[in-house]
């Protein structure tokens, strides 16, 4: 079907206004990418899957300017034995990242990979992305795939001793980044991938992550303090038999923040958890899409997401869970909850499930509500403060989704991220 | 030590009067029994004291150790000394009863200027007063309240009066929903507490309570106001009579 004239003209603005990288390995890839974002077009407000979330800003061929937040924070995962790699306004700095020399894992940027000659690459860039445009596309997330300049493969063969930390520092106001990685798990092999930092004013990553049998992967994100930063984030995960994925992200402030995440369990016995708490308060729009499909029998989902908004903030969730008739004894779980600290926030939720298997169970709540009021007395009549007891109500409200946080210290870390942004607004 | 005279509070939301002139002094060291019938404004007499919102104080004044109560927040009144085990204690999923208990602690002392207490000298006397109270270890654990029982929740109810030590203790029937062991272990975590120092205002429905705390006196409350002030005597004359005596006296 031929593309509406407006779209098609907004795309091909776009689209002009870009250069696509030349040769290696993935220019086929690349290619691909840019004909499917050809043929859908980029999103806009009248997309039923933008209906929550205007993409205007995400689209148009300029990034809006985003001042560079200073603050007195240390890096979020500093403190943490970590290899890491940054990247400053989407562009990889060989000085301020650590060699990848790490036992259990290989590493390469992606312009390296034709010099390398690192094969496996190719059969996963743009490959778990193109997989995700069907049945709701994700034009964005091609558009990254056909430019993304920058970004790494990271092949985990075994079990490295430490996480691999990717750090997106900002530094110009007017940077507009895309970063592409590939993430590839062996059979019976694990890790972990810290990333933080706000990238750029405007941000467009994609991450695609490949697990074989048995293997595991840990990925926690703190999209940096940033308020008047965009972002576009998707990752797409694909799990096979026995394979687990967990995915958390912490968002504090930034004036528009559209995460999606794509999993396909096709593995038997195969375990996803994808969670995020967010607290904005002001200019904040917070979107979170995740789309999963069970394809193996005895897969085990969980979605639970979490929303703090204050003083206009908004808040958007919409999460699919797809049970193909093969999926027989799946177990999906998703929550999605807001809590408004005042009465001119809002929540929008689209929870949805699709089931085709007839021995599932899958249970899904969405809920917004405001502080509890006889909770808040109770902790008052005990002497703390009001500012104190509203603070502990709300980390009580974030605990769900922080608890999806496997490792103790980084979920402790994530928690007193949290803490501070409530202090703050006193 | 609390001293309320003349208390009139109506609901904040519609045009209610619930306490009609209150008059009652309760001295340092002394317990006293507050009685009557569904509806008389014994609970809300609770709640205005300890700070809850949705009342209008109208007139009248409270105060504790002769500081007014009613302009201070409920954290303050808190910090003051003044303590309300709860009818319906409230249950927070997601804040553990250790850390609550460790917040409120060291929250009122920093209010009155104090140091914080440590974790180490907090765990010891936690444990201490818990186990005198038969709580386990695991509900300190556990969220606050969260999946207790009846009794579970009045015990901790008295835990938190234990460990935050407070001038004076206003109790909410605390006998409702207890079993007889359950309130005879929870009048005997109360009776440890009394002292010189400290005063009582047992809130409750029952004499039975009061065979377990023994109070000094006992006041009979209807329709917003205090009618009858007496011994011990006066929750037995009501234990066997009920309430149409002492009001059709008072009329």
């Not at chain 1, 990717?166 to 991938?193: K, P, Q």
């Not at chain 1, 969730?317 to 027989?328: E, H, M, N, P």
Request: include cysteine; hydrophobic fraction near 40%; charge should be negative.
């Amino acid at each position: 079907m031929a593309l509406p004239e407006l779209k098609k003209t907004a795309t091909e603005a776009r689209l002009n206004a870009m250069e696509l990288p030349e040769g290696g390995c993935l220019v086929d890839a690349r290619r691909a990418a840019l004909s499917r974002v050809q043929t859908m077009g980029l999103p806009n407000r009248r997309d039923e899957y933008w209906k929550y979330t205007r993409p205007d800003t995400l689209t148009q061929d300029t990034a809006p300017t985003a001042a560079v937040f200073k603050h007195d924070e240390a890096p979020i995962f500093g403190e943490f034995d970590c290899l890491k790699i940054v990247f400053v306004d989407g562009v990889y700095d060989a000085e301020a990242s650590d060699d990848f020399e790490l036992e259990g894992v290989q590493i390469s940027r992606l312009s390296e990979i034709d010099a390398k000659d690192i094969h496996w690459t190719k059969d996963l860039y743009g490959v778990l992305e193109a997989r995700g445009q069907d049945p709701v596309q994700r034009p964005l997330a091609a558009l990254n795939t056909a430019f993304a300049n920058d970004g790494v493969a990271i092949w985990v063969t075994g079990k490295p001793s430490k996480p691999i930390n990717l750090v997106y520092n900002h530094n110009s106001d007017s940077s507009d980044a895309m970063l592409h990685h590939v993430i590839r798990v062996d059979a019976g092999a694990e890790a972990t991938v810290l990333e933080n930092g706000p990238a750029a004013a405007r941000f467009n990553k994609c991450i695609e992550v490949d697990i074989a049998d048995g293997g595991a992967l840990h990925m926690v994100c703190a999209q940096g303090r940033d308020h008047e930063r965009r972002a576009a984030t998707h990752m797409f995960a694909r799990l096979r038999k026995e394979s687990v994925f967990k995915s958390f992200t912490l968002t504090v402030n930034g004036v528009l923040t559209r995460n999606e995440t794509v999993v396909e369990l096709l593995g038997d016995d195969a375990v996803v958890h994808v969670a995020g708490a967010c607290v904005g308060d002001g200019d904040f729009h917070h979107d979170d899409t995740v789309f999963i499909t069970h394809e193996g029998e005895n897969c085990e989902s969980r979605q639970v997401f979490k929303k703090v908004l204050r003083n206009g903030a908004t808040g958007v969730f919409q999460g699919k869970i797809l049970v193909k008739d093969t999926a027989q004894k799946t177990d999906g779980y998703q929550i999605s909850q807001a809590l408004m600290l005042d009465d001119d926030s809002q929540f929008l939720a689209k929870p949805e499930l699709e089931i085709y298997a007839d021995d599932v169970a899958c249970s899904h709540g969405s809920t917004s509500g405001a502080i509890d009021e006889e909770a808040l007395f109770y902790l008052q009549s005990r002497g703390v403060p009001l500012n104190e007891a509203t603070d502990l109500l709300t980390l009580a409200f974030l605990a769900e989704a922080v608890d999806e946080i496997g490792d103790q210290d980084v979920a402790e870390t994530i928690v007193s991220r949290l803490e501070n942004w409530l202090i703050r607004r006193h | 030590m609390l001293n309320i005279k003349n208390l009139h509070v109506q609901l904040e939301d519609e045009d209610k009067q619930i306490l009609k002139g209150v008059d009652l002094t309760v001295e340092a060291g002394k317990v006293h029994a507050i009685m009557g019938p569904n509806g008389s404004g014994k609970s809300t007499l609770s709640y205005v004291l300890s700070g809850k919102g949705g009342y209008e104080v109208t007139d009248g004044s409270a105060t504790l150790d002769g500081e007014s109560l009613l302009e201070l927040e409920a954290e303050e009144r808190a910090a003051a000394g003044l303590f309300l085990a709860f009818q319906y204690p409230v249950e927070i999923p997601g804040v553990g009863n250790m850390t609550f208990l460790r917040t409120a602690v060291n929250a009122q002392r920093k209010a009155r200027g104090e140091d914080e207490m440590s974790a180490a000298e907090f765990l010891k006397e936690v444990r201490a007063t818990a186990k005198s109270l038969k709580i386990d270890a695991d509900m300190l654990k556990r969220p606050v309240n969260v999946g207790f029982s009846g009794g579970e929740k009045k015990r901790n109810e008295i835990l938190q009066m234990a460990m935050l030590s407070p001038k004076m203790c206003i109790l909410d029937e605390t006998d409702s929903g207890l079993d007889v062991d359950a309130m005879k272990l929870v009048a005997e975590g109360v009776n440890a507490l009394r002292d010189e120092n400290r005063g009582f205002l047992v809130i409750t429905h029952y004499q039975r309570l009061l065979d377990h705390i023994k109070p000094d006196v006992v006041h009979i409350m209807a329709n917003g106001r205090i009618i009858k002030s007496g011994g011990p005597e006066l929750a037995l004359e009501v234990e066997n009579n009920g309430y149409a005596d002492i009001l059709a006296e008072v009329e």
